[in-house]
């Protein structure tokens, strides 16, 4: 599936200012699209990898097989559509953008494989290498990032998932480095270290990617970063950056 591009960047854009959820948009595509084209072609059985509020904490964070509520999980969900509408949008862009219905979901029968298989990111990694599969440490490390294997695919995607970290003081490097301690590979000591180094520092080469994909400047960027930053947890230091307060 291809959206309208244009439509793309207009709600990415809605969506990055007022919630810091740049790819809302294309997230919630990832689940809803292929219920479509599953009902379409009667393909009941779905196979999805992990149960992310289960696996990764969120909401709805239920261990089951069933993956017919995945769209709650937070990622894809708590939107209003009728605000992504105007500014050259409508309903016509948004084809395919709401899950079916609950009696079309009947027909369908999607699961998560981390229920019936142990789901850990590294082995998974370890796997996909024998087939094939590279990362980027050779050609580039990712100062947000604690391991260069996730999320290969586009700088600019990892903008939204750093996002986490000005609204509630912890990105990638904490997650990374939480399963890293789950998996028994590093201490929580060696984990607390990691975290402090990484956590904060935004790639300046996902920010390059994500600002030209949308037509922001990067001081423009770093305005809006600015504005989403929680008051709660963070202060600025004496050069105007933010730094989480003390004890936290």
């Not at 294309?26 to 990898?49: E, Q, S, W």
């Not at 904490?57 to 069933?66: F, L």
């Not at 509408?85 to 998560?112: R, S």
């Not at 970290?165 to 060696?190: L, N, Q, W």
Request: charged letters at 25%; proline letters at 4%.
């Amino acid at each position: 599936m291809k959206p309208n591009l244009k439509a793309q960047k207009t709600i990415m854009r809605k969506t990055f200012e007022r919630y810091g959820k740049p790819t809302y948009f294309i997230d919630r595509y990832i689940y809803t699209y292929p219920l479509h084209m599953a009902l379409k072609f009667n393909t009941p059985l779905l196979v999805y990898g992990e149960n992310v509020s289960y696996e990764y904490g969120g909401s709805d964070a239920v261990e089951t097989y069933s993956a017919k509520d995945q769209i709650k999980n937070g990622v894809g969900a708590g939107i209003d559509t009728d605000e992504l509408l105007g500014d050259g949008v409508t309903m016509k862009d948004l084809n395919f953008f709401e899950p079916p219905v609950a009696e079309e979901m009947n027909k369908l029968d999607p699961i998560y494989l981390s229920y019936f298989v142990e789901w850990n990111s590294f082995k998974n990694y370890q796997l996909a290498k024998r087939y094939g599969f590279h990362d980027l440490t050779h050609e580039w490390n990712r100062t947000h990032h604690v391991e260069q294997m996730d999320q290969v695919d586009s700088r600019a995607y990892l903008v939204h998932s750093w996002l986490k970290y000005p609204k509630f003081g912890h990105a990638s490097a904490t997650d990374y480095a939480a399963r890293m301690i789950r998996y028994g590979m590093i201490t929580r000591e060696e984990a607390v270290k990691l975290v402090k180094e990484h956590d904060h520092a935004l790639d300046p080469l996902c920010v390059r990617d994500f600002c030209g994909f949308l037509g922001y400047s990067e001081k423009q960027f770093w305005e809006i970063i600015d504005g989403l930053y929680n008051r709660e947890l963070f202060e600025k230091d004496s050069n105007g950056a933010w730094r989480l307060k003390s004890g936290l």
